[in-house]
């Protein structure tokens, strides 16, 4: 099984931490772009250098709790708790509140109203783009944020995935506002993902079959309208943008005029911080990912050039690894992370959580909430801030 931090230099740690007391702590974690795990360092090592332990906290009904701590950090904190008379979900918990009372909200606003967008696209199929997508989209919407899943695939893979009804050819839908063929409120297309674990935060605007027809539509909806055709799915989602925190599009394995869209969407706006918006790439670790990365870079320089645009790579991550696949696999690995801009933010392993999620119609993160899948998602989705 493969380890979100394949060098080592974490361990995966598991303790009890009260449901309130975690929630918050994922909240706040997302406001500040820390890692959880970073954040939880930070506490114990804080907790630790106090003269004396903190008042108790209440730790009734107190869940299970992991994260990834540096290697021995855990040991070092249970010594703590043992020599201040502690159980260590007290430690934790007062580790944990004292880091929340330190580290004030920022509110959770988008910075001037603008929505982070995560364009997740590759040109090869079977990379995990929908996976990815859903993933750090529910990481979001877990952590406190208003989250919109766009379907851009018309596939629909991720739409059914979450157990929506694709839309029909000829209805309305993303691609009729794209193409200047509805006058209806977007709003009324997007479905509530209805998940208690999400708190009404996680949103999905499903594919429509018509997405198939999506490139030829917009080549002549442009042309007789006379604007830039990289602009079509800005100007459908800019009447909505202001519902959401984060705004994830879910990219077809295409190279066409609508990817070329998605990429203007999540290019750096005027007054927008390097790094929240921009494009996440999910790779194989096996030669023909590699060829699929260098067209999609390609095509993402040629963008920028002609439009003068800032498009920021949030990263790259590499999906369902397996060493046991030999020399391909490990030496293609080790290829990813030598490009070191865009950087790795993950490796996932090739494990079954996530096929078992999409069987039983379950978003990952409310079937398997402590899998390392899970975590890998959540790791995504703070590094990608």
Not at 31 to 46: G, K, N, Y
Not at 326 to 345: C, E, M, Y
Request: aromatic share 6%; hydrophobic share 40%; with cysteine.
């Amino acid at each position: 099984m493969a380890s979100p931090y394949p060098d080592g230099d974490r361990e995966k740690v598991a303790s009890k931490l009260p449901s309130v007391i975690r929630q918050e702590l994922k909240v706040r974690a997302a406001e500040l772009s820390l890692d959880i795990q970073e954040a939880v360092t930070a506490a114990i090592e804080d907790w630790r250098e106090l003269p004396a332990p903190l008042s108790p906290v209440d730790t009734s009904g107190a869940e299970s709790f992991s994260t990834w701590l540096p290697t021995g950090m855990y040991d070092d904190f249970k010594t703590t708790c043992t020599d201040r008379s502690l159980s260590y979900t007290q430690g934790l918990a007062q580790s944990v509140r004292r880091w929340l009372d330190t580290h004030p909200s920022l509110n959770g606003a988008p910075e001037g109203g603008i929505p982070e967008r995560k364009v997740v696209g590759n040109q090869k199929g079977g990379v995990g783009k929908t996976a990815i997508s859903a993933g750090i989209a529910q990481a979001y919407a877990e952590a406190g944020k208003r989250v919109l899943l766009v379907d851009y695939d018309p596939q629909g893979h991720l739409t059914k995935q979450l157990g929506v009804s694709q839309i029909k050819p000829g209805c309305d839908s993303l691609v009729s506002h794209m193409c200047g063929e509805s006058e209806e409120d977007l709003r009324d297309l997007i479905v509530v993902i209805d998940d208690p674990r999400y708190e009404k935060r996680l949103h999905l605007l499903p594919a429509s079959f018509d997405g198939f027809l999506l490139d030829a539509k917009v080549a002549i909806y442009s042309m007789n309208v006379r604007f830039p055709k990289e602009t079509v799915l800005e100007r459908a989602l800019a009447t909505i943008e202001s519902d959401f925190d984060v705004i994830v599009i879910d990219c077809p394995p295409s190279l066409g005029i609508g990817m070329d869209a998605a990429l203007y969407y999540g290019r750096r706006r005027q007054g927008e911080r390097a790094g929240v918006s921009g494009v996440l790439i999910p790779v194989l670790a096996e030669d023909s990912s590699a060829d699929a990365y260098a067209m999609l870079d390609q095509q993402i320089n040629s963008i920028q050039a002609d439009l003068n645009l800032d498009i920021d790579y949030l990263g790259l991550v590499v999906n369902l690894y397996d060493s046991r696949r030999g020399f391909v696999a490990t030496s293609s690995l080790a290829q990813w992370k030598a490009i070191g801009d865009p950087r790795v933010l993950a490796v996932i392993g090739d494990l079954k959580e996530q096929r078992e999620a999409v069987r039983m119609g379950k978003p990952l993160l409310s079937y398997a909430p402590n899998s390392d899948q899970a975590e890998a998602m959540r790791q995504i989705a703070r590094a990608a801030s």
